[in-house]
């Protein structure tokens, strides 16, 4: 079985701040997919990144950076220099295997609150 | 153009009813899928469908019944309302049903059962 975890509920901060999500996996498949998803208070999900299990290439793409680390199962995602409008719930979520019916186990969420 | 659609957006009800949640995505993907997300924010797998075929049945209650009459629609209806039933219901698509494919989502539909 799968799992995905978020300790962290909720992330205050000041603008401009920088904020690290925390995210750790479980999961017996070696093939993996690993990604992250905002959800801004009007409600909708919407993608920012996907990793697979063989590349541990860290990104960046403009303020968001992502921190993929087999040997401790995590997928830590940072925000620098935050904006208000990055007020949001941020999920981890992992998908396995290859077989058709794909699904994604989400972590619990981390809420970021960033205050002007 | 919105990529995932559903209908309604809200849904207040009263215990016993039947309803249904229907979504429409225009990207041309072969797999559907419902989501519940519950008051604590969690999210979690309901149904799948690649070509309308019944892929994923996550331990639903029967109660809950998916139906996909092409493989741009997948409706969800639900008999004998509970109040335990009260979430937001995400629809949700990808190109097919392999793991590498990202997830587009619908907007969400908030049931309220009274």
């Known amino acids: 079985a799968q799992k995905v975890t978020q300790a962290q509920t909720e992330i205050s901060v000041v603008e401009k701040e920088d904020v690290t999500l925390d995210c750790v996996y479980e999961?017996?498949?070696?093939?993996?997919?690993l990604f992250w998803y905002k959800q801004p208070p009007s409600g909708e999900l919407v993608f920012l990144i996907r990793?697979?299990?063989?590349?541990?290439q860290n990104e960046i793409s403009g303020r968001y950076s992502w921190n993929f680390q087999k040997s401790t199962s995590s997928f830590n995602f940072t925000i620098t220099a935050s904006q208000v409008v990055d007020s949001a719930v941020y999920f981890c979520?992992?998908?396995?295997?290859?077989?058709?019916?794909?699904?994604?186990?989400f972590g619990g969420g981390t809420r970021v609150l960033v205050k002007p | 153009d919105t990529a995932v659609s559903q209908t309604p957006k809200y849904l207040v009800t009263q215990m016993g009813n039947d309803k249904s949640i229907k979504c429409e995505q225009n990207?041309?993907?072969?797999?559907m899928y419902w989501y519940k997300q519950d008051s604590k924010k969690f999210l979690k797998i309901m149904f799948s469908?690649?070509?309308?075929?019944?892929?994923i049945n996550e331990t639903v209650p029967n109660r809950f019944s998916p139906k996909s009459p092409d493989k741009a629609h997948l409706n969800l209806h639900i008999n004998s309302l509970e109040l335990g039933d009260s979430a937001v219901y995400f629809c949700?698509?990808?190109?097919?049903?392999?793991?590498?494919?990202?997830?587009?989502f619908g907007p969400g539909t908030r049931l309220t059962v009274l």
């Open positions: 469908y690649n070509n309308k075929e019944l892929i």
């Open positions: 990793r697979n299990s063989f590349d541990e």
């Open positions: 949700a698509s990808s190109q097919d049903g392999s793991s590498y494919n990202e997830q587009f």
């Open positions: 999961t017996r498949d070696t093939t993996y997919y």
């Open positions: 979520a992992l998908s396995v295997g290859e077989a058709a019916g794909n699904k994604l186990t």
């Open positions: 990207l041309g993907h072969d797999t």
